[in-house]
């Protein structure tokens, strides 16, 4: 890992701090390589990124056209369900980005925006073999080693420390031969989803963690004091990139001052 920086920020704060990051790192990557290719949690996080990002009084200097969107995980239900991490980027940032921008034509368009095949969602294994192929077709031209490069991973976090679809002693922790992988007994519902692997999200060369609310105190403490590496979200540790988690007040209030940065 090349840094990790740890931010305790009042609530009203984050979702411009995590989207004043998001701008850096796509200029950063459109410059270099011509696209941001970056994946969405469902939970919280898109609704937190929504208010940074699709902001009328705030417009920022960020080139749409592109992003790629890309799911770090997926419930196997159909894109109109609430459960459907693809519905809620859709809804809370996709669709009012578009009537924000449709005049100027700075909108994410609908063909870079990776989502899980509907046809398949009655099928875990087949819906995660066709996302892999879908990364694989889409970071055809990409720099990959052995993994998909994503500019950003942007992941939420249990109250049990899963992130992703990766669930806490789940066998999903351990594969590492392909991108995608799926969990039919997830003990969060919906029950069957697909997810990316823990050797792709520690690929990437930004992980940016945003963790929210009282209820997710105890696992910062395990995740961020304690090292508990039995928790999936302790594992996300990327081998070339940055890591960054985001914490309002009350997800850091157990965590030990030492380790928070300063913005
Ligand atoms: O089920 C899921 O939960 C996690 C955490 O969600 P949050 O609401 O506690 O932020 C999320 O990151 C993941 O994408 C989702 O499928």
Known sequence: MRSRKVYSLEKSKISESVCDLLEKLSAAAIKKSGHFMVAFSGGSLPEIVAQGLVNPEKKRDIDFTKWWIFFSDERCVPHSSP?????????????????LNKDTKNYIPKEQVIKINSKLVHDAELAADDYNSQLVKAFASRETVRYPVFDCILLGVGPDGHTCSLFPHMPQLNVTDIWVTYINNSPKPPSSRITLTLPVVNDAHNVVFVATGASKDTIMDSILNKNDKTLPSTNVNPIRGELFWFLDKDAAKLVNPNIISQL
Request: charged share 25%; proline share 0%.
């Open 83 to 99: 459960d459907s991490n693809y519905n809620l980027v859709k809804t809370s940032i996709l669709d009012k980005l578009y009537q």
